[in-house]
Nanobody
Framework: QVQLVESGGGLVQPGGSLRLSCAASGITSSINAMGWYRQAPGKQRELVATVSSGGSTNYADSVKGRFTISRDSAKNTVSLQMNSLKPEDTAVYYC??????????????WGQGTQVTVSS
């Protein structure tokens, strides 16, 4: 079992910045990749950014150059620095942990979500 707790959401004006953080607890040694996903009203959940256990990162095209994901494996945390925010970034953001249960078997754990609203 892995538990994820997010923090850092809120209301920000267009062009502003926010930093999201996620702390993992439980069987953290089995965590492979960690990442952030988001879901806007009426839309499907989509990938924002991921970081592998080796530090490789992957970003959605819509956030490249504006968002930066970072991971501290020693502290079992993952953060998302969001700059130059746009109204279309408004969504509930979810922390994700891709966990290896056993060889060849993986499971995704999710945080409770944190609201990010970009509006003037």
């Amino acid at each position: 079992q892995v538990q994820l707790v997010e923090s850092g959401g809120g209301l920000v004006q267009p062009g502003g910045s926010l930093r999201l953080s996620c702390a993992a607890s439980g069987i953290t040694s089995s965590i492979n990749a960690m990442g952030w996903y988001r879901q806007a009203p009426g839309k499907q959940r989509e990938l924002v950014a991921t970081v592998s256990s080796g530090g490789s990162t992957n970003y959605a095209d819509s956030v490249k150059g504006r968002f930066t994901i970072s991971r501290d494996s020693a502290k079992n945390t993952v953060s998302l620095q969001m700059n130059s925010l746009k109204p279309e970034d408004t969504a509930v953001y979810y922390c994700n942990a891709h966990v290896r249960l056993r060889i060849g078997v993986f499971y995704d754990y999710w945080g409770q979500g944190t609201q990010v609203t970009v509006s003037s």
